[in-house]
């Protein structure tokens, strides 16, 4: 007997599986103990979470508001963006295992916690139920494609704060 792998381009089952990355390189982070370890994990994951960020914002949201019209979770989303956006800047700022670099990183990882955990509970759940597979399929491979271009330059992509009060108006 064997099991066939089932690769999904559902964009709810990307999403999550970027979560579970993000969960095991911070959990790598805690575990690391010299700074060429911290350095190397901190290029992988600092652009993946500004990437997913981005990527996010311009497949996911968008259209979660236009089927689900949740107006409220995507608001907190953008802002759970900004404040992750902004500790991955700030951690850029600092030498690597230094001090300000730990408390950055800690502010991105508790930042970027709570907002898995709202988005599995919310936004998530609520896309499974208001968008049809056959789009979350189509999401799914926006969503690669954006966050695979992102870190490397390759797209005009906006890494920026966002007004999420905005974010809605514009997207809604």
Known sequence: MYYK???????VELIL???ATFRRLFERIDEADNTNDLRELWFELGPLLSAHAVAEEDSFYPALLKAAHDDADVVDAIKDHNEIRDAVQEADRHEIGSDGWKNAVKTARDANDDHMREEEAGPLPAARRYIEME????????????????????????????DPQAYVRDHD
Do not use: M
């Not at 792998?5 to 964009?11: G, L, P, T």
């Not at 992509?157 to 966002?162: C, E, F, R, S």
């Open 135 to 162: 789009a979350r399929v189509v999401l799914g491979l926006q969503f690669l494609r954006l966050r695979n271009a992102f870190p490397s330059g390759q797209t005009g992509l906006d890494n920026h704060d966002k």
């Open 5 to 11: 792998a089932i690769v999904s381009d559902d964009v």
């Open 17 to 19: 599986d970027d979560h």
